[in-house]
């Protein structure tokens, strides 16, 4: 099924639900998270119409950060998600989430593990079993996303089954864009997707050498659809979105 036909099929009200929470939490978090797939299996439908309805509802058992939530406030964050939603329909994004074909599960239990595992059981020192040394590993502080926004012809979960992320300073040598370049290039040429953050410096120079190299390239932007960050790379950005995919969590027109 191609991605304009999956579209078509997904129930209008559970992609609002998507977009409501979108809008209201800012950054994906454990607790948001859990509350999305209570069993812990993120292959299962996620519960998003049940959370925005806890949400409405103002449920004193959501988690900090969540409560305290006005009907005035709850309709002015609807109002916002529908307009989301318009928006990208006319400016050609959409928002990929876990109810889509598309939506990478398989790459993400390999990076966050299961839902229930993420942010512990905490050692001492901060870390997590099955990492080494004293410093906490991603599994303590970061989140699996939820749902993303997206432009692009690229269908996410296969384009990121075969990838290699290149990331690194904004104020990077000569030597050190040549290299990276080379280096993208030579990876887009063996088939693999290169994934980066579309800032300037090494991330930059990991895209064009994708692009030239004919491959494919996913840009992790900072800002949300329609707004180009930084502003020099605003080109490279059109020509990603032409062949590969920007995706970004911060809903439209949210300024990095």
């Known amino acids: 099924m191609d991605i304009d036909a999956a579209r ?29 797939w209570p069993d812990g299996d993120a292959a299962a439908p996620a519960r998003v119409t049940r959370l925005v309805e ?3 509802q103002g449920d004193s058992t959501l988690p900090a950060g969540l409560q ?18 318009q928006w990208a329909r006319l400016n050609r994004w959409r928002l990929i989430t876990p109810d889509d074909p598309e939506w990478p599960t398989r790459r993400l239990e390999e990076s966050f593990g299961t839902t229930g595992d993420m942010d512990g059981p905490v050692l001492s020192g901060g870390a997590v079993p099955g990492e080494s040394g004293d410093t ?13 926004w997206g432009r692009g012809p690229a269908e996410l979960a296969s384009t990121v089954e ?52 004919s491959g494919a390239t996913v ?3 900072a800002s949300g659809p329609g707004e180009i960050y930084p502003r020099s790379n605003e080109d490279l950005f059109r020509r990603i979105a032409q062949t590969g995919l920007v995706v970004t969590e911060y809903p439209p027109k949210t300024r990095p």
């Open 54 to 56: 806890m949400l409405r």
């Open 162 to 213: 075969r990838s290699v992320a290149l990331v690194g300073t904004r104020s990077s040598t000569t030597y050190g864009n040549r290299t990276t370049h080379r280096f993208a290039g030579e990876l887009a040429g063996a088939g693999y997707t290169v994934v980066s953050g579309g800032a300037v410096g090494i991330d930059t120079a990991a895209h064009r050498g994708a692009l030239e190299g």
């Open 219 to 221: 840009a992790v932007a």
């Open 136 to 148: 906490p590993g991603v599994r303590s502080r970061a989140a699996r996303p939820f749902a993303l």
């Open 8 to 36: 078509a099929e997904r129930d209008p009200e559970r992609l609002l639900a998507w977009a409501v929470l979108r809008r209201l939490v800012e950054a994906s978090r454990t607790d948001v998270v859990r509350l999305l």
């Open 68 to 85: 305290g939530l006005t009907a005035e406030k709850t309709a002015q964050i609807t109002q916002q998600a529908e307009a989301d939603l």
